[in-house]
């Protein structure tokens, strides 16, 4: 891959990571109510299962789930069962009080499986970085070298784009931290989390 390829995928993969989706949104949840390590440990889950994805991807998965509508169908199934599922346990779930905490082994280990699991949850993603990623192989190169480097761009992307938006929104901490705005904040982004859920369920590709 070439310096002008690279600026291309670069520029490309930036604005697609700025739309804001169910990472994006689990990520700055975390940042705000936990702190910036919980949402680190948040995308270290979504950038190993980004890393999951894009070796499937070069190994054809994403052609051969693209050719088998039900293992689609069942993926995406279960994929938005469990966005709807993380937004009802965390409507129905009572606000923690200072003195019952959990281990903070078992607290990092959670952030960083539900940051896995939520980027696991839609199937689109195999099939979209399948037709994403090879547009930028060059036959110039070996192609596992093109794919790590890709992998290290997605990682710098991700990382600095999803800080960013913890940093934003953790200046509002003092806002969010008002017992009727945490409770406000924290019913949109469980909605959105079932929105997200739903949409999956119902689309129709």
């Known amino acids: 891959m070439n310096a002008e390829l690279w600026w291309l995928f670069f520029l490309s993969y930036f604005f697609i990571t700025l739309a804001p989706g169910p990472n994006v949104f689990f990520v700055v949840q975390n940042a705000v109510k936990h702190g910036y390590m919980q949402a680190i440990l948040s995308i270290m889950g979504n950038l190993s299962c980004q890393a999951v994805i894009i ?15 039900i293992a689609f169908f069942i993926l995406k199934i279960m994929g938005g069962l469990y966005l709807i599922y993380l937004g009802v346990t965390g409507l129905m779930k009572k606000p923690q009080t200072t003195e019952k905490t959990e281990p903070a082994l078992v607290q990092q280990t959670s952030f960083f499986k539900t940051g896995f699991l939520v980027s696991a949850s839609n ?23 093109q794919f790590s480097v890709m992998f290290l ?25 008002n017992t ?11 909605g959105v989390f079932i929105a997200f859920g739903g949409g999956l369920i119902f689309s129709n590709k």
């Open 55 to 69: 070796f499937l991807v070069a190994m054809g998965a994403g052609a051969m789930l693209e050719q088998s509508p």
């Open 123 to 145: 199937p689109k993603t195999v099939i979209f970085l399948s037709a994403f990623l090879p547009q930028f192989i060059s036959a110039d190169y070996p192609v596992s070298a």
């Open 153 to 177: 761009t997605i990682c710098a992307i991700v990382i600095s784009v999803h800080l960013a938006y913890s940093y934003s929104a953790r200046n509002m901490q003092k806002f969010v931290a």
């Open 180 to 190: 009727r705005a945490g409770k406000f904040f924290s019913r949109i982004y469980n």
